[in-house]
C-alpha cells in the first residue's frame, strides 16, 4: 500500500499555469505507476495522463497533450503534473492514483491507491 497526497491546486486565470504534486509515501515508490485523473461536478471520473515505474514511458488524454507534462521524481517520491494554458473546461478536482502493474493504462480500476484530490479552478 502507498500513500498519495495531491498538493498545488487552486484558482487560475484562463491561459495560466499550475503544478500540481503528488507525494507518496511508500520507499519503494519507484515501483509503481502513478496517473493522475479529474473529476468536474456531475461527471465520471476520467484519465489526465500516466508515467510508469522509471519515468521514461508516459501516456496523455487528448485534452491534455501540448498542454500537460506529467514527470516524476523517484528520489523524492514525487510525481508532477505541469498544466500550462489552462482551460475553464480543465476545472475540477484532481486526483493521482499508483498501482504496482507494468503498465497501468487509463482505466480508473488498474489503480489500486488514491489520493483525496486537490481542487483546480480556471476562470475565464
Known amino acids: 500500500q502507498v500513500q498519495l497526497v495531491e498538493s498545488g491546486g487552486g484558482l487560475v486565470q484562463a491561459g495560466g499555469s499550475l503544478r500540481l504534486s503528488c507525494k507518496a509515501s511508500?520507499?519503494?515508490?519507484?515501483?509503481?505507476?502513478v496517473g493522475w485523473f479529474r473529476q468536474a461536478p456531475g461527471k465520471e471520473r476520467e484519465f489526465v495522463a500516466v508515467?510508469?515505474?522509471?519515468?521514461?514511458?508516459?501516456s496523455y488524454a487528448d485534452s491534455g497533450k501540448g498542454r500537460f507534462t506529467i514527470s516524476r521524481d523517484n528520489a523524492k517520491n514525487t510525481v508532477y503534473l505541469q498544466m500550462d494554458s489552462l482551460k475553464p473546461e480543465d476545472t475540477a478536482v484532481y486526483y493521482c492514483?499508483?498501482?504496482?502493474?507494468?503498465?497501468?493504462?487509463?482505466?480508473?480500476?488498474?489503480?489500486?491507491?488514491w489520493g483525496q484530490g486537490t481542487q483546480v479552478t480556471v476562470s475565464s
Open positions: 511508500a520507499r519503494t515508490f519507484s515501483n509503481y505507476g
Open positions: 508515467i510508469s515505474r522509471s519515468g521514461v514511458g508516459t
Open positions: 492514483a499508483a498501482g504496482s502493474r507494468l503498465w497501468l493504462g487509463v482505466r480508473v480500476n488498474n489503480y489500486d491507491n
